[in-house]
């Protein structure tokens, strides 16, 4: 483990950075013009820690960090000079003289650090980093979603430094020599700016891009729609998706995947039914003493069920008319008033025919290819907790049969059926909320999956004689 010095480490960005590096096991000498202050600051955190003065704790490092304001940097690396020869020197200095720090300020050497190489002499290996990171994003000990920027003009010296920031969980970009550091300098101010300007706690920079040679990574994205209103019968929800698409910026690509929730498919399709409106028969009523149920919702349950397959004290289990088993038919009560009564939701007449029709509508609205899943939240058999499920689609083929494939070792894959229609509506359900948060529309980019014209989710429902417990 290496030995650093903190010249600063009593302070905002020094004393994250003494932490993190302590934590990382490293040996931390934090070094302040006051030593008794330093030690007692090194006594707050734990590992290999240790306080003394300026001069003292530069002796002490390794690698020595600077981490003063613009205004002592010259008098302290004055004080580092004969302690530092032969070493590296990581300087972070923000030339910025407050109080207009939103302003970029350089000196006229360039940067700081270029003032730290010509003060400390040819002997000393600078290097600029950290310029734009914030303290308080390296003191929280939690992931960084920033880059750090590395200058400097001895490229061992460099990497020895980004070795480090890795260490400490920090991706770093070596950005030339040690003059580019007026631009990492600089960029402070503007980062100041960005936070006020658009109350960012502490705004960073991240650098895009991948190497040309990476290999490609899968990756699937799923965003939730924002902007949908609340619908209402007979509303045009395609035209309404198609809105809220072009309002969010990113128009659909070829392949994306439009997932719906089946509420509100349900509500624009007028699948409201006012309970009062119910008479329930003699069979719905003995089923609803059973389940301990409303006699009308349970006569709701049974008109839209093929069968009722299990009914116990607060459950009914059914096969659906389309064919899919689930909880109460589908059947949904909460977020609908219709009328001012009290009313439930029944699921689409057709759910894949509603899938078919949004991705006609969709497809001519952006001109590419899609696919839609209608999708609702349900229960599984023997385990605990519901998650999204396809109940309708259309351009893509439900089921992913990868029989016949071979996997990483050259077998044969033998029995690998996946059911992508429901991993798609799954992931989507991540992200759609059908509670309060009011987004019932999710766009999911990048999955694999078969385009199909013809198919619904039909091959995904067992055929009653591949039923394993009847
Ligand atoms: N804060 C950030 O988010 C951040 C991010 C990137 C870069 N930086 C750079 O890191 C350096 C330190 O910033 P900081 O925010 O950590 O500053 P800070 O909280 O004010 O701490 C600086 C430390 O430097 C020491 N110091 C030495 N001479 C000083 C003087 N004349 N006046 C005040 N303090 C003096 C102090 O320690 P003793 O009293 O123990 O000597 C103090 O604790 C700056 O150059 C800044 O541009 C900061």
């Known amino acids: 483990?290496?030995?650093?010095?903190?010249?600063?480490?009593?302070?905002?960005?020094?004393?994250?950075?003494?932490?993190?590096?302590?934590?990382?096991?490293?040996?931390?000498?934090?070094?302040?013009?006051?030593?008794?202050?330093?030690?007692?600051?090194?006594?707050?955190?734990?590992?290999?820690?240790?306080?003394?003065?300026?001069?003292?704790?530069?002796?002490?490092?390794?690698?020595?960090?600077?981490?003063?304001?613009?205004?002592?940097?010259?008098?302290?690396?004055?004080?580092?000079?004969?302690?530092?020869?032969?070493?590296?020197?990581?300087?972070?200095?923000?030339?910025?003289?407050?109080?207009?720090v939103g302003t970029v300020q350089l000196p006229a050497a360039g940067c700081a650090a270029v003032e730290a190489a010509q003060a400390l002499g040819p002997d000393v290996k600078v290097v600029s980093a950290l310029q734009t990171i914030g303290a308080e994003k390296l003191g929280s000990g939690a992931a960084i979603d920033a880059d750090v920027l590395v200058a400097g003009d001895d490229a061992e010296a460099v990497e020895a430094v980004r070795a480090m920031l890795t260490g400490l969980g920090l991706r770093s970009w070596h950005v030339g020599p040690l003059a580019n550091s007026a631009a990492a300098e600089a960029m402070t101010s503007l980062l100041i700016q960005i936070n006020r300007r658009y109350k960012i706690a502490q705004a960073g920079v991240k650098i895009t891009g991948k190497p040309k040679d990476a290999p490609a990574a899968a990756s699937v994205s799923i965003r939730a729609l924002p902007g949908l209103p609340l619908f209402e019968p007979g509303q045009d929800l395609a035209s309404a998706i198609a809105e809220a698409v072009r309002a969010s910026g990113e128009p659909l690509q070829p392949g994306d995947v439009v997932v719906v929730a089946q509420k509100v498919v349900s509500k624009v399709e007028d699948r409201a039914v006012r309970i009062d409106t119910v008479e329930p028969g003699a069979e719905a009523r003995e089923a609803a003493a059973r389940a301990e149920k409303d006699p009308a919702v349970v006569q709701l349950i049974a008109t839209e069920a093929q069968e009722l397959m299990r009914v116990a004290p607060g459950v009914i289990i059914t096969r659906h008319r389309t064919g899919h088993v689930l909880a109460n038919s589908g059947i949904d009560a909460s977020n609908v008033v219709c009328g001012g009564t009290e009313s439930v939701l029944l699921w689409p007449q057709d759910p894949d025919a509603s899938a078919r029709r949004l991705r006609v509508a969709l497809e001519a609205a952006f001109g590419v290819r899609l696919a839609v899943i209608v999708s609702d939240s349900l229960g599984r058999a023997w385990r605990m907790g519901t998650t999204g499920h396809a109940i309708g689609s259309a351009g893509l083929k439900p089921l992913r049969d990868r029989r016949g494939e071979a996997d990483l070792f050259g077998r044969e894959l033998q029995a690998t059926v996946i059911g992508v229609a429901d991993e798609i509506a799954s992931a989507a359900s991540l992200v759609i909320g059908e509670a309060a948060e009011g987004t019932p529309v999710a766009i999911v980019r990048g999955a694999t999956y078969e385009a199909d014209e013809t198919e619904g989710v039909g091959e995904i429902l067992r055929p009653l004689d591949k039923d394993l417990f009847r």
């Not at 590096?21 to 290999?48: E, I, M, N, P």
């Not at 690698?63 to 972070?92: E, F, R, S």
């Open 1 to 100: 483990m290496t030995s650093f010095a903190i010249i600063g480490g009593t302070g905002a960005l020094g004393a994250a950075l003494a932490g993190r590096l302590a934590s990382a096991g490293h040996k931390v000498w934090v070094g302040s013009r006051d030593a008794a202050k330093a030690q007692a600051f090194a006594a707050t955190l734990s590992g290999d820690v240790h306080g003394a003065g300026i001069a003292e704790a530069a002796g002490h490092g390794e690698i020595v960090v600077l981490t003063v304001p613009y205004a002592a940097h010259a008098d302290t690396l004055a004080q580092i000079h004969p302690a530092v020869q032969g070493k590296i020197v990581v300087d972070t200095t923000v030339p910025l003289k407050p109080p207009k």
